[in-house]
């Protein structure tokens, strides 16, 4: 009996002191790569120095002109570092080369009377798009998260200014109270300033991981107040109150374009919707359809004219603010 107790002891305790040492083991592994990553952004000697104001026409200050001179690759990994998602590129062809082979073997499995190597083609290629919609999905949420959360931050920051605080120090206070994912890189900003990063690269590097206009515009005003004098806090508090006027002025055109995307909503799904209602009510209604050549001629017509209807009303009621 006491043997028993002593070996259900020494089982506990192994069992227990083995899920302290996983634990602190995962916690120290993920404090390394945060640090890493901290350390890269730093230490990286083969990036040009950027000045936000010195050089207007440098190229390199435009991520639209810079974006223009990257191969596909670079592209997709930057599109990766800007939607949050933790994958690599390994692991993105990875999940495009299933989304291809699932695509195609439902596209040969569908009776349906097109070549069977054209349909698992064409499904096999909107499979393998799958994964980059998805990721290009996650970019523009992350995106539109950390543009509502910048004017939250910039009033932060005046007003810590305003309270006295320094800069760095505003920045580090931005960090920790602002939600993520914004509060993330006011994070990585400080902590590269932290560690010695210059003013310039970091606010360069700030502006290549959060892509936005009103970034680069705080930037360029800390550049500015740094090189000519001013008062910060009042320069920040204006800017955001501007982009909170373009938010206002967003809600108002989204508000005046809704009854357009509705109609092509509708335009899109009636067609789908009249085409399942007759399969279920008269089940053999549209087999002279599917085995007529002239009628899949129709068919293929009427998907392409109804998905460029979709794009075009699209394009007219996007307007951009």
């Known amino acids: 009996m006491i043997g028993w107790i002593v070996l259900t002891f020494l ?46 026409d440098d190229s390199l200050r435009r991520p639209e002109s810079a974006k223009k001179n990257q191969n596909a690759i670079e592209k997709l ?25 699932a695509g195609a073997t439902i596209g040969a499995l569908i009776p349906f009377g097109v070549s069977p190597y054209l349909k698992g083609f064409l499904l096999g290629s909107g499979g393998a798009y799958l994964p980059l919609m998805f990721v290009q999905k996650k970019r ?5 998260e950390l543009e509502s959360q910048l004017p939250d931050a910039l009033d932060f920051l005046a007003r810590s200014m305003r309270a006295g605080h320094a800069f760095t120090i505003s920045l580090e206070m931005v960090g920790e109270e602002i939600h ?18 210059s003013l310039d690269r970091s606010l360069a590097n700030f502006g290549k991981r959060v892509p936005l206009g009103d970034v680069r515009f705080f930037s360029s005003a800390v550049l500015l107040q740094r090189q000519t004098g001013g008062n910060l806090a009042e320069v920040l508090g204006r800017l955001s109150h501007i982009i909170r006027e373009r938010f206002r002025l967003k809600g108002q055109v989204k508000a005046t374009s809704a009854h357009g995307r509705m109609t092509a909503t509708i335009l899109t799904l009636l067609p789908i919707a009249t085409l399942v209602g007759l399969v279920i009510s008269s089940p053999g209604y549209l087999d002279p359809m599917l085995t007529d050549p002239t009628g899949k001629k129709l068919i293929m017509a009427g998907v392409m004219f109804q998905v460029l209807g979709n794009f075009f009303i699209r394009r007219i009621i996007r307007i951009q603010v």
Do not use: C, H
């Not at 083991?25 to 936000?52: C, G, H, N, W």
């Not at 990994?77 to 082979?101: C, K, N, P, Y």
């Not at 523009?140 to 539109?144: H, S």
């Open 11 to 56: 089982v506990v305790l192994g069992s227990l002191m083995l899920s302290i040492s996983t634990g602190l083991r995962y916690f120290e592994s993920k404090r390394r790569k945060q640090l890493v990553a901290v350390l890269k952004t730093v230490t990286e000697s083969d990036e040009p120095r950027v000045d936000l104001l010195m050089d207007a």
């Open 140 to 144: 523009d949420k992350r995106l539109g």
């Open 77 to 101: 990994q930057v599109i990766l570092s800007e939607s949050g998602v933790d994958w690599d590129m390994r692991r993105f062809f990875v999940m495009t080369g299933a989304g291809f082979m």
């Open 180 to 197: 993520d994912p914004l509060g993330q890189e006011f994070r990585t900003l400080f902590n590269e300033q932290n560690l010695g990063a």
